[in-house]
Nanobody, 121 residues
Framework: VQLQASGGGLVQAGGSLRLSCVASRRTSNTFSMGWFRQAPGKEREFVGRVDWTGTRPYYSDSVKGRFTISGDYAKNTVLLQMNSLKPEDTAVYYC???????????????WGQGTQVTVSS
């Protein structure tokens, strides 16, 4: 499975960005997609995921209320709308995917190449 992410960039604090990711194919009926991020000097962390139905999103506490994740699995696509961005959101954002149990455990089977998001103060 190949994951192609796009939409990163530079934005001022308080601004918005939208990331998108397309998977080359689904691997199971519970195939799910989501996003992780890794800031400089920090471990990769979970940002959000949408379940295999594409209708139920889950978020980390750090982005809840500011980010919205949505899935269109008919198109094997997941979107991450990021609003009210903060400098601490600066990171490389990775699209991730896998079967439902793997994504529930935050242990994706597949990773995208990463896209840089930089939020200036």
């Amino acid at each position: 499975v190949q994951l192609q992410a796009s939409g990163g960039g530079l934005v001022q604090a308080g601004g918005s960005l939208r990331l998108s990711c397309v998977a080359s194919r689904r691997t199971s009926n519970t195939f799910s997609m989501g996003w992780f991020r890794q800031a400089p000097g920090k471990e990769r962390e979970f940002v959000g995921r949408v379940d295999w139905t594409g209708t139920r999103p889950y978020y980390s506490d750090s982005v809840k209320g500011r980010f919205t994740i949505s899935g269109d699995y008919a198109k094997n696509t997941v979107l991450l709308q990021m609003n009210s961005l903060k400098p601490e959101d600066t990171a490389v954002y990775y699209c991730a995917a896998g079967d439902g149990s793997a994504m529930y455990r935050h242990q994706p089977n597949y990773w995208g190449q990463g896209t840089q998001v930089t939020v200036s103060s």
